[in-house]
């Protein structure tokens, strides 16, 4: 519970944000261009942030499409339009520029890129902060979603998925209080290979949630919302078809209808098979 305390402090995110941002400009400066102060400071303050939106709006016409696209055989060319592509201007470019040296558009598959769909299950703890009170649950997921593997060593996915977080009780309020939790998500992930085949991820989505919390003896109240989940881990191949990870997820759930503003941090040991 004390490393998911700490994991929760937002740092985290600049911190994970600026190590890929540093990986990505070192890739990114043997691209042939001196981009004037201006350049600079409007991409930093218009045109990154207008990408970063793009790809997490391309993430929701993604998920909504992805059972037509995979029967379509096209699931990969939409996750690479809609989401791979606009990240890649956001995180892979040097501030001020215009090109991308390794703009995923111009490589082939096979040569420069390697695209796979894949099946991913999630399991571990989670951590509910409701203010003064915590307690503790398993929890658990399936998704579904592509995977990109760039010649830059940059990794990207796009997945959506459903997400049971756990049944936990606040054991410190008399009376008991459990609350269950369900959240479904659509999610988009970016980093790069660190070394040997790993890959450092950095995740951030959109879900959907409902939460049915129950006092023991007393009156049972249901909440639900959109909010916003960020995550870091690390993940690698296992073979030529699998991929397992661990990864820290935090989610926020708030109804302010109904009162309810908690805290979920999740820590999810991942495997997922790829086709």
Not at 220 to 236: E, I, K, P, R
């Amino acid at each position: 519970m004390q490393l998911m305390t700490a994991l929760r402090n937002p740092l985290k995110i600049a911190v994970a944000t600026a190590l890929l941002g540093v990986s990505s400009l070192a890739s990114a400066e043997r691209i042939d261009e001196t981009p004037s102060a201006g350049a600079m400071v409007a991409d930093a303050v218009v045109a990154r942030p207008l990408y970063f939106v793009l790809s997490q709006a391309g993430a929701l016409v993604y998920g909504a499409t992805l059972p037509f696209t995979l029967l379509g055989g096209n699931a990969d060319e939409a996750a690479e339009a809609l989401v791979v592509t606009p990240l890649q201007a956001a995180f892979v470019r040097c501030l001020g520029c215009g090109k991308i040296e390794n703009e995923v558009g111009n490589l082939r598959e096979g040569d420069g890129k390697d695209i796979r769909n894949f099946v991913m299950l999630s399991g571990g703890v989670a951590n509910l902060d409701a203010g003064d009170e915590s307690g503790t649950g398993p929890d658990y997921g399936v998704y579904l979603g592509t995977h990109f593997e760039l010649s830059d060593e940059s990794r990207f996915d796009v997945m959506i998925g459903g997400r049971y977080l756990g049944d936990i009780e606040l054991d410190d309020l008399t009376p008991t209080t459990t609350t269950t939790a369900k959240s479904y998500q659509i999610v988009s992930r970016f980093g790069r290979e660190i070394f040997g085949g790993m890959d450092l991820m950095f995740k951030l989505g959109l879900h959907h949630w409902t939460a049915e919390t129950d006092v023991d003896g007393g009156a049972t109240t249901n909440s639900s919302g959109n909010d916003f989940l960020w995550g870091v881990g690390v993940d690698g191949d296992l073979g030529d078809s699998f991929r397992v990870g661990l990864e820290y997820t935090s989610y926020k759930l708030e109804d302010t209808d109904k009162n309810f503003d908690v805290s979920l941090d999740a820590l999810d040991l991942n495997i997922s098979y790829m086709f």
